[in-house]
């Protein structure tokens, strides 16, 4: 199943994306659920059968929100590719690295990402992001991946004066509007096998950033393992599971997104997460 959190004439609700219609689940389950959040809590139980009757409309009518909008935690996993370590000049590390992210600094699919008026370095970051369903403490790694409840398409956004004004990366990674998140999840199920899987970021068609996931230093199950240690993971938390080389902070000239740009992230099977850039009045 393909799951979104919208807008329908202008009201909040989530559901199932079937080819180029929305099916209202959070209408046809109001009783039942709150949002997407409740539901993956409950193991989606009764979705399928709620979407086959559940009223539809064009998704060219609807407004995308983030796919979970109020997730307890987002925890984002930094420099997890060997070209975005090598260009950093980090060190090798044991353990992931590991940061968080509001949900206030998020945005929806075709929303845009706002360039904040305090600085002009507004980096991308294309990135996997997936979606806990099961909670859970000191997950094992061979147990992680049935605690996932999807997957979806994240952009990092990064602000990175503001990221390096001290050693914590928190600041440059929080402004409003600058985490796109979009436009579903997709449960494991649908989407297969990740290590195949490419990750492409395109900046006005120009691919900025091109890998498979096979090349993250740590992989999903270890990502879960480590964080479920220092935290509960909750139905409905995030987690980014960090961004592949070709940075703008790290190019010759940098190439910062700036007002009218496009960006787009795009996964193999899972879609398209598309932003425009504007200016923070």
Not at 18 to 42: C, W
Not at 156 to 161: E, F, K, N, P
Request: net charge negative; charged share 20%; glycine share 10%.
């Amino acid at each position: 199943m393909r799951l979104s959190t919208v807008k329908v004439a202008g009201c909040a609700t989530w559901g199932v994306v079937e080819g180029d219609s929305f099916r209202d689940v959070g209408a046809v389950l109001a009783g039942r659920y709150a949002d997407l959040k409740a539901a993956i809590g409950a193991g989606l139980a009764g979705v399928e059968e709620a979407a086959s009757s559940a009223v539809s409309t064009p998704i060219a009518d609807i407004e995308w929100l983030p796919v979970i909008p109020n997730p307890d935690k987002i925890l984002c996993v930094g420099l997890n590719y060997e070209m975005h370590r090598q260009e950093t000049g980090r060190a090798e590390v044991e353990n992931p690295t590991i940061f968080a992210r509001y949900s206030n600094s998020q945005t929806g699919h075709l929303a845009p990402i706002v360039r904040p008026k305090v600085s002009g370095d507004l980096d991308y970051e294309g990135e996997l992001a997936v979606i806990i369903g099961k909670p859970g403490r000191y997950i094992s790694r061979q147990d992680a991946l049935s605690h996932v409840a999807g997957y979806a398409i994240y952009n990092d956004g990064s602000v990175r004066d503001f990221q390096r004004h001290t050693h914590q990366f928190t600041p440059g990674k929080n402004f409003p509007d600058t985490g796109a998140f979009g436009p579903w999840m997709m449960t494991p199920d649908e989407l297969g096998p990740l290590p195949e899987l490419r990750i492409q970021t395109r900046l006005n068609s120009q691919v900025v950033q091109d890998a498979t996931f096979a090349h993250m230093i740590f992989d999903i199950a270890r990502q879960i393992e480590y964080c479920s240690t220092f935290t509960r993971l909750e139905a409905g938390d995030v987690i980014a599971t960090g961004t592949p080389g070709g940075v703008g902070a790290k190019r010759n000239p940098p190439l910062w997104m700036k007002p009218g740009d496009i960006v787009e992230v795009e996964i193999d099977k899972l879609g398209i997460l598309r932003n425009p850039i504007t200016q923070e009045a």
